[in-house]
């Protein structure tokens, strides 16, 4: 073929009614998932070729286990994340001295993408909301340790304080149970209330600190809204099947998974 000027001048493109163009569909030959030449059909969900193989393990993973077994894996896998976010945060914050709020991001990413895979890719808000807090508990759990740090050294304060007021005991004296310069043993309920406060003063903790440092509190922001975005519900389209070659053949259909 050849560009033959027409009568104006212009070039004119020759439309090809004597010669059928071959062309060889090499985008879609392979599966865009296993990545084998696709036979004779394949599909197309969310523009991503799917062979026959991977459309029917994908309907399988659409349909096979229970919500609740999807909610435990997600769990885990998240919390198996956050660990290791908050591992790594905890350890460059201490490193360093600094307060890497990009960490944050990072951590967000990790535990997201973990809910995610744990999740089967389910999303929707129950899994965005899990990310979300196991997220935030990873950072609030990287101030744990410095807080019972001080709280500990606190406490030594005043009970040296306490043992300096005291007069010297005569010696020999007996000594009354409970009153052997120690404090009593906390009871159960006291424990437990002083774990709540410990746990409610920590999940605050990253708030008071962006009082002081907004870029900070922003920055977790960033990260929670990383772990919020992964597991967004994205509505699976599937199209197909389509003979090799040509387009048009079969319908879409719209799969909701719901739960
Ligand atoms: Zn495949």
Same mark, same amino acid.
């Given at each position: ?17 004597d ?47 229970s919500?609740?077994?999807?909610? #435990? ?8 994340? $956050?660990? !290791? /976010? *908050?591992?790594i945060?905890?350890?460059? %914050? @201490? ?6 709020g ?8 990790m ?7 744990g ?48 007069? #010297? ?8 149970? $409970?009153? !052997? /310069? *120690? ?5 159960? %309920? @006291? ?12 999940y ?37 099947p ?18």
């Amino acid at each position: 073929m050849s560009d033959t000027p027409s009568a104006d001048g212009s070039p004119a493109h020759e439309l090809q009614f004597d010669q059928v163009e071959y062309v060889e569909p090499a985008a879609l030959a392979a599966c865009g998932v296993c990545s084998r030449p696709m036979r004779d059909v394949y599909y197309e969900v969310n523009g991503t070729s799917f062979c026959q193989s991977c459309r029917e393990q994908l309907q399988q993973t659409l349909t096979s286990g229970s919500a609740a077994g999807r909610f #435990a894996r997600a769990t885990v896998y998240g919390s198996l994340a $956050g660990l !290791a /976010g *908050a591992a790594i945060y905890y350890g460059v %914050r @201490e490193a360093t001295n600094i307060e890497f709020g990009l960490i944050a991001v990072v951590v967000g990413l990790m535990i997201g993408k973990a809910v995610k895979t744990g999740s089967n890719a389910r999303g929707g808000w129950l899994y965005q909301g899990l990310a979300i807090f196991l997220t935030y508990t990873a950072i609030v759990v990287t101030y744990i340790p410095p807080l019972v740090t001080a709280i500990r050294a606190q406490a030594d304060k005043e009970k040296a304080a306490a043992k300096e007021k005291q007069p #010297a005991k005569p010696a020999g004296a007996a000594e009354a149970p $409970g009153d !052997a /310069g *120690a404090l009593p043993p906390p009871t159960l %309920r @006291e424990f437990l209330l002083a774990v709540a406060f410990l746990v409610g003063f920590a999940y605050a903790l990253p708030v008071m600190v962006g009082f002081q440092s907004p870029m900070a509190l922003l920055i977790v922001g960033f990260g929670l809204y990383e772990a919020w975005i992964i597991n967004r519900k994205v509505p699976l389209v599937i199209n197909g099947p389509y003979q090799l070659g040509q387009r048009g053949a079969g319908g879409a259909v719209h799969v909701d998974p719901a739960g």
